[in-house]
Every structure is written in C-alpha cells, then in structure tokens.
C-alpha cells in the first residue's frame, strides 16, 4: 500500500500536472496538493486498512481507522511535498552563510514563529482562552514577507511545535477530553487549513 501510493502521487502529477512542478501557480499547487495529498493517500490507507480487516482476531472500526491512515498520509505530503519542492533548488552554501539583511529577516522569522507557536500551543500559559487560530493572521504576514519558501518553512514549524505539545498532553486539543483518535484527526485538520491558507496566499500574491 505504501508502495502504490509513493509511487501513484509522483506519477499523477507529472501525468496530469508537470514533469518538474514548482508550485508557481494557484492552479498548478491546487492539482499538485488534489493528486498528491488526496488521492493517493487512498491506495495506501484502503490496501493498509484492508490488510488489518482480514486478520484474525479481534475487528477493527474499518472507517475511522482508514480515515486516520488516510489523513496522516495526507497531511504528511501537504506539510512536506511543498516544502521539498520549494527548496530543492541549486545553491552555492557560501553565499547562503553570508551575512545580509534578508538572512536576519528570515532568522527573526524563525524566532517569532517559534516563539508563537509554543505559546499558544502551551495551553497552560492562556488556560480556557482558544488562540490557535492567530497563527493564521501571522502567517499571511510570513507569506507576504517571505514567499512561498517562507510559509511552507513556517508551516513545518508550527506543525511540529503543534505536535509535540499536542503528543505531550499541553495544547487545548489534547486537553479537550476527546479520545487519542479524535485528538489526532482534530490537530491534523487544524494544521491541514492553517498550512493552506499561508500557501495559497503566498502562492497568489507571487
């Protein structure tokens, strides 16, 4: 299952999209993201879940464990696919190191994002108080400032911090009182709307 699928997303988009994509348009990044993130995850949460169906001994819930297997799937290539091909380009590392105005930006960047992301992650320094959706005004700042490049990097790390507090027992969701299912479908949809909201704005105003 997760052979077809690796294989399957890469083949639909070059089949139906571009042989190189570089998520320059907003029609060419809603196909990438439809093929990729969407539709393949289908083979390998469907052979995946299947497989576990036919096992003996105890069942299992077939839909809701195929939706978790198809969402983790899914939000994996949607954080990580934009992020591979944003930033395999070409580069020569000594004029990366250099120091310029555009670096400290983007490391200050960095430090905010961060910085954010634990506070409102750490449900414990706002506790009642539901702030995860001011990551969104934030991030339109990130893609207007930074690109496409910048949002997809600061989607990566919101996504982590966002996990390890969740994984952890910190952030609102983990302390909803929802089962480690729902909890998990909760924080991968949260993420999912957040991270394509940044994208595609970065992507329109490019």
Known sequence: GNCLEALAGPWLVQRFVAERPRLSTLKETGRVLTLAALLSPVLSATVGTSAFALLPGP??????????????????????????????????????????????????????????????????????????????????????????????????????TAVWFTANGHSDISLSGLSPYGQT????????????TGLFLAIVLA
Not at 96 to 114: G, H, P, Q, W, Y
Not at 185 to 196: D, E, K, P, T, W
Request: proline residues 4%; contains cysteine.
């Open 59 to 160: 069942g299992i819930d077939y839909w809701p464990t195929w939706l978790l297997w198809w969402s983790g799937d899914a939000f994996g290539v949607l954080l990580l696919l934009p992020f591979i091909l944003t930033w395999n380009r070409k580069f020569r590392l000594s004029e990366r190191l250099r120091f310029s105005a555009e670096n400290l930006d983007a490391a200050l960047m960095t430090c905010v994002i961060l910085a954010m992301a634990v506070f409102i992650f750490w449900d414990e320094l706002h506790p009642g108080l539901a702030v995860k959706y001011i990551l969104i005004p934030l991030l339109m700042w990130v893609a207007m400032r930074f690109g496409v490049q910048g949002v997809v990097t600061a989607n990566l790390l919101v996504a982590m």
């Open 185 to 196: 479908i909760a924080l991968q949809f949260y993420l999912a709307v957040v991270s394509v």
